[in-house]
C-alpha cells in the first residue's frame, strides 16, 4: 500500500511539474525570444548553389524562402552585401534557379546563406529622390531618420516591423512622394540604429510609441527642411 501511495505521488509531481513547464516556463521563453532584439541582423533563409552574372541567374537549394513568387531583396550576413532577384526561372526537387537582376554591392560569389526579403531597396539614394538625413531627439537619445520632402503639407511617417529596421520602408516611398507625401522614416529603440533603452528588448509598441510621438514633434517644431 505504501509503495502505491508513493508511485501515485511521484507520478502526481511529475504531472505538476509539467504542467508547470508548459504554462509557466515555455510562454516566459516564447515571450523572452519575441521581445529579443535582433538589431540589423538578417538570418540567412536561403542557400546558394550558383551564381552566374553572364546569364543573369542564381540557383538556390529548393525550400520555400526561393519559391516565393515575386522579385526580392537578397541580403548578405551582416548586411555586408545587396543583391536584386527575379522570377523564377525553374525548379526541381533539389534546386531552384532565379533571375538576378542586380548586384548593388558586396561580393556575392563568396557568399552561400543569405536573407530574402520584401524590403528591395538597400539604400534610399536608390530611390532617386531627393532625402535628408536626419536626427530625431528621444528621451533616450538621437534617432537616426530620412527625410523626403515634397513640398506639401501632407505628411507621412512610416515605422518598420519588428526585429527589421528602416530600410524596410524605403519600399513604400516612391508611391507616398507620388501622391504628395512628404516622408519621414524613423528609427526606433532597440533596431540596431536607434538609441537601446535599458533592458534591449523590444516592448511590442508598449514603449516604443514614445520614439513616434518625437518624430512627430520633430516634424511639428520643424518649419523648414
Excluded at 200 to 208: I, K, P, Q, V, Y
Aim: net charge positive.
Amino acid at each position: 500500500m505504501t509503495l502505491i501511495i508513493y508511485f501515485v505521488i511521484i507520478i502526481t509531481s511529475l504531472i505538476l511539474g509539467l504542467i508547470f513547464l508548459y504554462v509557466i516556463l515555455i510562454p516566459i521563453y516564447l515571450a523572452r525570444l519575441i521581445t529579443k532584439s535582433v538589431g540589423n541582423k538578417l538570418k540567412p533563409n536561403a542557400k546558394i548553389i550558383l551564381v552566374d552574372n553572364d546569364k543573369k541567374r542564381i540557383v538556390f537549394k529548393h525550400n520555400s524562402a526561393a519559391l516565393m513568387p515575386g522579385k526580392y531583396s537578397m541580403w548578405f550576413l551582416n548586411s555586408t552585401g545587396h543583391a536584386q532577384i527575379g522570377e523564377i526561372i525553374s525548379q526541381n526537387k533539389k534546386t531552384v534557379t532565379r533571375k538576378l537582376l542586380a548586384i548593388n554591392f558586396g561580393n556575392l560569389y563568396k557568399i552561400k546563406r543569405v536573407r530574402i526579403n520584401g524590403w528591395w531597396f538597400a539604400e534610399p539614394n536608390y530611390l532617386n529622390i531627393p532625402y535628408h538625413n536626419v536626427d530625431i531627439v528621444t528621451n533616450l537619445g538621437l534617432a537616426p531618420a530620412w527625410l523626403f520632402p515634397a513640398n506639401s503639407n501632407r505628411w507621412a511617417i512610416l515605422i518598420h516591423g519588428h526585429s527589421s529596421n528602416r530600410k524596410e520602408c524605403l519600399r513604400a516611398v516612391s508611391v507616398m512622394h507620388q501622391n504628395g507625401y512628404n516622408v519621414l522614416i524613423i528609427s526606433f529603440r532597440n533596431d540596431g540604429e536607434a538609441p537601446y533603452s535599458a533592458d534591449g528588448r523590444s516592448h511590442l509598441g508598449a514603449t516604443e510609441w514614445q520614439d513616434m510621438v518625437a518624430a512627430y514633434n520633430f516634424l511639428k517644431n520643424k518649419t523648414k527642411f
